[in-house]
Protein backbone atom coordinates (compact mmCIF):
# COMPACT_ATOMS: atom_id res chain seq x y z
CA UNK A 1 0.00 0.00 0.00
CA UNK A 2 1.60 3.15 -1.09
CA UNK A 3 0.85 6.04 1.17
CA UNK A 4 1.61 9.60 0.13
CA UNK A 5 2.01 12.49 2.77
CA UNK A 6 2.45 16.44 1.74
CA UNK A 7 4.25 19.01 3.91
CA UNK A 8 5.07 22.52 3.19
CA UNK A 9 2.33 24.78 2.72
CA UNK A 10 0.98 27.56 4.27
CA UNK A 11 0.48 31.24 3.47
CA UNK A 12 2.45 33.92 1.64
CA UNK A 13 2.41 37.32 0.09
CA UNK A 14 2.34 37.39 -3.50
CA UNK A 15 5.55 37.13 -5.37
CA UNK A 16 6.90 35.10 -2.54
CA UNK A 17 7.83 31.25 -2.66
CA UNK A 18 6.76 28.04 -1.17
CA UNK A 19 8.39 24.36 -1.28
CA UNK A 20 6.04 21.74 -0.82
CA UNK A 21 7.02 18.07 0.36
CA UNK A 22 5.67 14.55 -0.72
CA UNK A 23 7.56 11.94 1.21
CA UNK A 24 5.93 8.08 -0.22
CA UNK A 25 6.03 5.38 2.15
CA UNK A 26 5.25 1.71 1.43
CA UNK A 27 7.95 -0.61 2.17
CA UNK A 28 10.38 -2.28 -0.04
CA UNK A 29 8.87 -2.25 -3.60
CA UNK A 30 7.39 1.34 -3.58
CA UNK A 31 10.09 2.53 -6.03
CA UNK A 32 7.97 -0.03 -8.55
CA UNK A 33 4.68 1.63 -7.72
CA UNK A 34 6.08 5.28 -8.00
CA UNK A 35 7.52 5.33 -11.13
CA UNK A 36 5.39 8.74 -12.30
CA UNK A 37 5.05 11.44 -9.82
CA UNK A 38 2.91 14.62 -10.14
CA UNK A 39 1.45 17.59 -8.52
CA UNK A 40 -2.56 18.67 -8.83
CA UNK A 41 -3.97 21.68 -7.16
CA UNK A 42 -7.67 22.69 -6.79
CA UNK A 43 -9.02 25.41 -6.12
CA UNK A 44 -12.62 26.36 -4.36
CA UNK A 45 -15.04 25.43 -6.66
CA UNK A 46 -12.70 24.28 -9.67
CA UNK A 47 -11.82 21.29 -11.11
CA UNK A 48 -8.27 19.54 -10.02
CA UNK A 49 -5.73 20.33 -12.04
CA UNK A 50 -2.10 18.90 -13.32
CA UNK A 51 0.64 21.54 -12.09
CA UNK A 52 3.77 19.23 -12.92
CA UNK A 53 4.98 15.93 -13.35
CA UNK A 54 8.08 13.96 -13.26
CA UNK A 55 9.34 10.35 -14.07
CA UNK A 56 11.51 7.92 -12.19
CA UNK A 57 14.44 8.97 -14.91
CA UNK A 58 13.75 12.83 -14.12
CA UNK A 59 11.84 13.82 -17.23
CA UNK A 60 9.56 16.30 -16.16
CA UNK A 61 6.26 18.26 -17.66
CA UNK A 62 4.27 21.33 -16.56
CA UNK A 63 0.87 23.20 -16.83
CA UNK A 64 1.82 25.75 -18.93
CA UNK A 65 0.86 28.80 -16.48
CA UNK A 66 3.74 27.21 -14.41
CA UNK A 67 6.33 27.12 -16.38
CA UNK A 68 9.03 29.10 -15.55
CA UNK A 69 7.51 29.95 -11.86
CA UNK A 70 7.39 26.20 -10.68
CA UNK A 71 10.58 23.10 -10.15
CA UNK A 72 9.50 19.53 -9.41
CA UNK A 73 11.95 17.31 -8.43
CA UNK A 74 12.60 14.01 -6.62
CA UNK A 75 15.09 12.46 -4.83
CA UNK A 76 15.28 9.17 -5.21
CA UNK A 77 17.13 7.90 -2.33
CA UNK A 78 14.23 9.11 -0.20
CA UNK A 79 11.24 9.45 -2.66
CA UNK A 80 10.96 12.28 -1.31
CA UNK A 81 8.58 14.49 -3.93
CA UNK A 82 9.34 18.26 -4.37
CA UNK A 83 7.45 21.41 -6.08
CA UNK A 84 9.46 24.85 -5.42
CA UNK A 85 6.94 27.44 -6.32
CA UNK A 86 8.24 30.97 -6.87
CA UNK A 87 6.82 34.65 -7.99
CA UNK A 88 3.29 33.32 -6.37
CA UNK A 89 -0.13 35.16 -7.49
CA UNK A 90 -3.11 34.94 -5.94
CA UNK A 91 -4.54 32.69 -8.21
CA UNK A 92 -1.88 29.78 -7.41
CA UNK A 93 -4.36 29.51 -4.44
CA UNK A 94 -5.19 26.10 -4.00
CA UNK A 95 -5.07 23.44 -1.76
CA UNK A 96 -1.82 21.51 -3.15
CA UNK A 97 -1.82 17.13 -3.94
CA UNK A 98 0.64 14.89 -4.54
CA UNK A 99 0.00 11.71 -6.64
CA UNK A 100 1.78 8.58 -7.89
CA UNK A 101 0.92 5.91 -10.58
CA UNK A 102 3.02 2.86 -11.36
CA UNK A 103 3.78 3.11 -15.34
CA UNK A 104 6.11 5.52 -16.79
CA UNK A 105 5.36 8.98 -17.30
CA UNK A 106 4.57 9.04 -21.24
CA UNK A 107 6.51 12.71 -21.27
CA UNK A 108 3.10 14.14 -22.48
CA UNK A 109 0.01 16.31 -21.58
CA UNK A 110 -1.13 13.07 -19.89
CA UNK A 111 0.95 13.03 -17.30
CA UNK A 112 -1.15 16.10 -15.99
CA UNK A 113 -4.15 14.39 -16.69
CA UNK A 114 -5.40 13.22 -12.50
CA UNK A 115 -7.35 9.71 -13.89
CA UNK A 116 -4.15 8.62 -14.78
CA UNK A 117 -3.03 8.27 -11.00
CA UNK A 118 -4.29 5.87 -8.25
CA UNK A 119 -1.99 7.08 -5.46
CA UNK A 120 -2.83 10.58 -3.66
CA UNK A 121 -2.18 12.04 -0.68
CA UNK A 122 -4.55 14.30 1.33
CA UNK A 123 -3.56 17.57 -0.12
CA UNK A 124 -1.61 20.93 1.76
CA UNK A 125 -3.27 24.19 1.42
CA UNK A 126 -1.09 27.05 -0.24
CA UNK A 127 -2.56 30.93 0.12
CA UNK A 128 -1.22 33.41 -1.92
CA UNK A 129 -2.32 36.63 -0.55
CA UNK A 130 -2.24 40.60 -2.87
Known amino acids: QVQLVESGGGSVQAGGSVRLSCAAFGGTYIIYYINCMGWFRQAPGKEREGVAA???????SYAESMKGRFSISKDTGTNTLTLQMNSLKPEDTAMYYC?????????????????????WGQGTQVTVSS
Open 54 to 60: IDRDGTT
Open 99 to 119: AAHSRRCSGGYSDLGKDEYNY
